[in-house]
């Protein structure tokens, strides 16, 4: 099981190419990571469905990024690190670009 993560500059669809930059490399780290995270809770991140998409919008990854900090805290080794690291400049660049999409690309 992995995560993959997609930048879009508007709403993904098929017909029309929207990918900005996508990651892949800590796939399976972020999915473990958000799998432990308490579910509904006033966070964002809990939502994302491992196996499924999900997209945030750049108001809902903004909101996302004040979880880095809680998430870097439950990292056990530098796999982990490195995942949520990846996942925070994600959401910022998601959160600072009016428009776009970050897609998490579940298996």
Same mark, same amino acid.
């Given at each position: 099981?992995? *995560?993959?993560?997609?930048?879009?500059?508007?709403?993904?669809?098929?017909?029309?190419?929207?990918? *900005?930059?996508?990651?892949?490399?800590?796939?399976?780290?972020?999915?473990?990571? *958000?799998?432990?995270?308490?579910?509904? #809770?006033?966070?964002?991140?809990?939502?994302?469905?491992?196996?499924?998409?999900?997209?945030?919008?750049?108001?809902?990854?903004?909101?996302?990024?004040?979880? *880095?900090?809680?998430?870097?805290?439950?990292? #056990?080794?530098?796999?982990?690190?490195?995942?949520?690291?990846?996942?925070?400049?994600?959401?910022?660049?998601?959160? #600072? #670009?009016?428009?776009?999409?970050?897609?998490?690309?579940?298996?």
């Amino acid at each position: 099981m992995g *995560i993959d993560l997609e930048l879009h500059n508007g709403r993904p669809h098929r017909q029309k190419p929207t990918l *900005i930059r996508r990651s892949s490399e800590h796939g399976e780290a972020l999915a473990g990571l *958000i799998s432990e995270l308490p579910a509904n #809770t006033s966070g964002k991140l809990w939502m994302v469905d491992p196996y499924d998409d999900t997209l945030f919008n750049e108001q809902v990854a903004e909101a996302a990024l004040r979880e *880095i900090p809680d998430l870097l805290s439950r990292c #056990t080794d530098d796999a982990r690190t490195a995942a949520v690291r990846d996942l925070a400049a994600f959401l910022e660049a998601c959160a #600072t #670009t009016p428009g776009s999409y970050l897609v998490f690309v579940g298996d």
